[in-house]
């Protein structure tokens, strides 16, 4: 159902970490697979390969790397991902109610947190339809949710 597009950095641990968080979900069906997007990161290879995510080579910036992995998704949906900051448990429940109940419309899956976070959010990622990825650049994750409009929900 969802493909995550995960933009690889050189924290392999981080990288690591954001994964082991999405493999309940894969055991599910929530998460159908995971596209890793990475330029010459190194050891980048190794993990896609013993994880079994689908990597794909780009050089460039955050635009360009999200709209590579965009293209290579498969699933109906899209979950936009960086290592930093890793996903929590409790992040599928808000994210199923929007599947569910969200009529299609794009969202922002902010980091739960307390009185700093209210006042400036830090966002996850980004979960749109595949068929709704822009056509137009955008600079980075922040840049997509402003374009698409993406709601928040929060976990």
Do not use: C, F
């Not at 199923?96 to 794009?106: D, F, Q, S, T």
């Not at 969202?107 to 700093?116: D, F, K, M, Q, T």
């Not at 600079?139 to 928040?152: Q, S």
């Amino acid at each position: 159902m969802i493909s995550v597009v995960l933009i690889a950095s050189e924290d392999l641990p981080g990288l690591a970490a954001q994964m082991s968080m999405l493999v309940p979900a894969a055991v599910d069906g929530l998460v159908k697979e995971v596209v890793l997007v990475a330029g010459d990161e190194p050891g980048v290879e190794a993990l896609a390969e013993d994880s079994g995510a689908r990597l794909v080579r780009t050089k460039g910036d955050a635009k360009e790397r999200l709209a590579a992995g965009a293209g290579a998704a498969r699933g109906d949906w899209v979950l936009t991902l960086r290592a930093d900051p890793v996903l929590r448990e409790g992040w599928r429940e808000p994210v199923e109610r929007h599947l569910a109940g969200g009529a299609g419309a794009p969202a922002r899956l902010i980091a739960p947190g307390g009185l700093l976070s209210r006042l400036a959010p830090k966002l996850h990622g980004v979960l749109l339809r595949r068929l709704d990825w822009p056509s137009g650049a955008v600079d980075d994750e922040n840049g997509l949710a402003r374009v698409i409009k993406a709601r928040a929900i929060s976990y």
